[in-house]
């Protein structure tokens, strides 16, 4: 079993940048692929970005590519998302995903990106 716990949502302005974290639990992070997936009301979820279990690959959606970088830490079990130059249409509760067999979700944090 693996818990996710994500944090560092919040609301912010056009243009602005926020960092997520999702802290990992329970299991050898390091077996793990991790990613980060949006969803809004209505829509499906979506992958946003996600690295390999030693950082050697990452994948970007086609939407947020050089505006986000994914990056984690193993020692600390912790995968970061940071978003810059965000715009209106990031605007999702953003939930962490660990995957090797099995596939863990976190409860997702809240990003609003509004004037």
């Known amino acids: 079993q693996v818990q996710l716990v994500e944090s560092g949502g919040g609301l912010v302005q056009p243009g602005g940048s926020l960092r997520l974290s999702c802290a990992a639990s329970?299991?050898?992070?390091?077996?793990?692929?991790m990613s980060w997936y949006r969803q809004t009301p209505g829509k499906e979820r979506e992958l946003v970005a996600a690295?390999?279990?030693?950082?050697?690959?990452?994948n970007y959606a086609d939407s947020v590519k050089g505006r986000f970088t994914i990056s984690r830490d193993n020692a600390k079990n912790t995968v970061y998302l940071q978003m810059n130059s965000l715009k209106p249409e990031d605007t999702a509760v953003y939930y962490c995903?660990?995957?090797?067999?099995?596939?863990?979700w976190g409860q997702g944090t809240q990003v609003s990106v509004s004037s």
């Open positions: 995903n660990a995957r090797r067999i099995t596939v863990y």
């Open positions: 690295i390999g279990s030693t950082s050697a690959s990452t």
């Open positions: 329970g299991s050898t992070f390091s077996w793990y692929t």
